[in-house]
């Protein structure tokens, strides 16, 4: 079976080679097409294919997607953004894939990082559909945070992809103005797109207005229950940037209707219940949440710091302030086996360097 490789791109000359670099180890061809750039974007990805194609941007990432797809002459094609990374450790596993693909497959999920630790090792990622069949069944959806829907034969495998924006770069409200236009046009909004619509609110500070659209999802008797999870959490962080501490707190009790209590909720409620100085309670919270195992097949999102480094720092802060140095030692030591160079670690250590003098 053959691989195709797309990439949709706009002014990524600083980062585009960066994304190419391993492609050749893994893709029998591959495809750009430049939705407007007004630097050497094009000339970046002339260095790596002769397949490079303009598309007019009409504010619809599907639509730029599915038309880099229709230039494919492969059997699967696989997408990346410009400022994704694929290692070449990665990449030799992606050629391994594709080598055993024999067309029954239709999907092929893999990993997206988007946070590693100091040390390069993943701690925020989630599954997406990666390596897709040619089949005029499966294609982009979605004007914003397109997705291919998942369907026939799914697999999940472990090579990721790494989401490496540069430094400094401005994130920018292309994607808000999208669903503000959306929204001004009556369009009506799927699940995914009031969910995502309400994230880009809150990332762009208007807390208000996210509140009230993931109110909207919840309320909803459709929609994935990782988003819904999710949705209840975003939903506290937006009642409590709105002063609203209580109404915070139970959004994320919310969260257990959706299913087993995550690390992700449990390490937010120990914050909450931390911050009333309820050490006791909080304890018990952040003992929950390294407690549970994350679900990585589910799709969610998830912080892999909420299963164990989190949970262990903030311990740490609890039995200080109990007075039980000795725990709260025992758990500074979890926290620093699993993130040595990280400034609370640092801090404790000589905080506990201190005390020990004493």
């Known amino acids: 079976m053959t691989l195709s490789l797309t990439v949709i791109v706009k002014n990524e000359e600083d980062v585009l080679a960066r994304a190419l670099s391993t492609a050749a180890v893994y893709a029998d061809e591959i495809i750009i097409v430049d939705t407007g750039s007004t630097d050497k974007t094009t000339e970046v990805a002339r260095r790596f294919t002769d397949k490079v194609y303009c598309f007019p941007w009409v504010d619809d990432f599907s639509a730029a997607r599915n038309y880099a797809v229709s230039k494919s002459d492969c059997d699967y094609w696989m997408w990346l953004d410009a400022d994704d990374i694929v290692s070449l450790e990665n990449a030799r596993k992606i050629a391994r894939l594709k080598n055993s693909l024999d067309g029954k497959t239709d999907i092929i999920m893999l990993p997206y990082v988007l946070e590693t630790d100091g040390g390069g090792k993943p701690i925020f ?19 914003v945070h397109e997705a291919v ?28 103005d999208i669903y503000k236009k959306m929204a001004a046009d009556g369009e009506v909004f799927s699940p995914r797109d009031l969910y995502y ?11 208000s207005a996210a509140a009230k659209n993931f109110r909207a ?3 909803r008797p459709d929609g994935f229950k990782v988003n819904k999870v999710d949705a209840c959490i975003m939903l506290s962080r937006c009642l409590l940037k709105l002063g609203d501490a209580e109404l915070s707190k139970k959004a994320l009790f919310e969260s257990f209707v959706y299913g087993v209590p995550t690390g992700e909720a449990c390490c937010e409620i120990g914050q909450r219940v931390l911050g009333e100085k309820d050490y006791s309670a909080a304890i018990y919270w952040f003992k929950c949440a390294y407690s549970v195992k994350p679900d990585r097949a589910s799709g969610a999102f998830i912080d892999a710091d909420c299963y164990g480094f989190l949970p262990f720092v903030w311990l740490t802060v609890c039995y200080d302030q109990l ?7 025992r758990y500074h030591l979890r926290a620093k086996k699993l993130r040595p160079d990280h400034p609370s670690v640092i801090a404790n250590d000589k905080y506990f360097s201190g005390i020990f003098k004493k």
């Open 125 to 143: 990622s989630y599954y997406r559909e990666r390596i897709i069949r040619k089949t005029p069944t499966l294609m982009w959806k979605g004007r």
């Open 197 to 207: 619509y309400a994230r880009e609110l809150f990332y762009n500070g208007d807390f």
């Open 217 to 219: 999802f919840l309320d």
């Open 323 to 329: 007075g039980d140095i000795l725990n709260a030692y």
């Open 149 to 176: 829907e998942l369907k026939g034969a799914v697999v999940k495998k472990s090579a990721y992809i790494l989401h490496a924006k540069p430094i400094g770069r401005m994130i920018g409200t292309r994607n808000l």
